[in-house]
T-cell receptor, first 116, second 113 residues
Framework: NAGVMQNPRHLVRRRGQEARLRCSPM?????VYWYRQLPEEGLKFMVY????????ESGMPKERFSAEFPKEGPSILRIQQVVRGDSAAYFC??????????????FGQGTRLTVV | AQKVTQAQTEISVVEKEDVTLDCVYE???????LFWYKQPPSGELVFLIR??????QNEISGRYSWNFQKSTSSFNFTITASQVVDSAVYFC??????????FGTGTSLTVIP
């Protein structure tokens, strides 16, 4: 049973380009979270999705960032017109269901985005 | 406001020493869960433990133990007889809704052989 798979592991983009980060949740999991980890900081919540539905995007920047979790395929975090400040590690986590506080989330290995 | 504080940014211990990682949290909710995750140098986050707000019983799992004290809003993590493989960043997290985890800034533990 594979864990949460994120790709690519490392991504380099020039300022102004688009970055697409992919996350395949664990088998049987229908809920996905995206977190951002800036250097020397903890993980900051970005967005929480269920298949074909955004549940909570309160942590997403208002511009340039978007996320989706289609019925088929991985969840995608898209960053348009990247800037140097977007350089960070982006983690995806999945859980089997929502609304259950005690359910732990299983994290992927992260995608390290570097904007040059 | 919900907040998790891990005041220890970095800790270094010599192998076989015991070490305690502190976690203090703030929430107005009466129902919540606390978690610890480990982030080894490879980068992934590994789930270690969860504790709900109504269960203050301490837990031991091998060399790991956790002390939850609601009166002081703390959920501390102790590693007994530390090993080099314990070197990692450890995150404490709070969850009070189904939507998100609130993470502390992490404690980087280095175990020196």
């Amino acid at each position: 049973n594979a864990g949460v798979m994120q790709n690519p592991r490392h991504l380099v983009r020039r300022r102004g380009q688009e970055a697409r980060l992919r996350c395949s949740p664990m088998k049987g999991h229908s809920h996905v979270y995206w977190y951002r980890q800036l250097p020397e900081e903890g993980l900051k919540f970005m967005v929480y999705l269920q298949k074909e539905n955004i549940i909570d995007e309160s942590g997403m920047p208002k511009e340039r960032f978007s996320a989706e979790f289609p019925k088929e395929g991985p969840s995608i975090l898209r960053i348009q017109q990247v800037v140097r400040g977007d350089s960070a590690a982006y983690f995806c986590a999945s859980s089997p269901r929502s609304g259950t506080l005690g359910t732990e989330a299983f994290f992927g290995q992260g995608t390290r985005l570097t904007v040059v | 406001a919900q907040k998790v504080t891990q005041a220890q940014t970095e800790i270094s211990v010599v192998e076989k020493e015991d070490v305690t990682l502190d976690c203090v949290y703030e929430t107005r909710d009466t129902t919540y869960y606390l978690f610890w995750y480990k982030q080894p140098p490879s980068g992934e986050l590994v789930f270690l433990i969860r504790r709900n707000s109504f269960d203050e019983q301490n837990e031991i799992s091998g060399r790991y133990s956790w002390n939850f004290q609601k009166s002081t809003s703390s959920f501390n993590f102790t590693i007994t007889a530390s090993q080099v493989v314990d070197s990692a960043v450890y995150f404490c997290a709070l969850r009070f809704t189904g939507n998100q985890f609130y993470f502390g800034t992490g404690t980087s533990l280095t175990v020196i052989p």
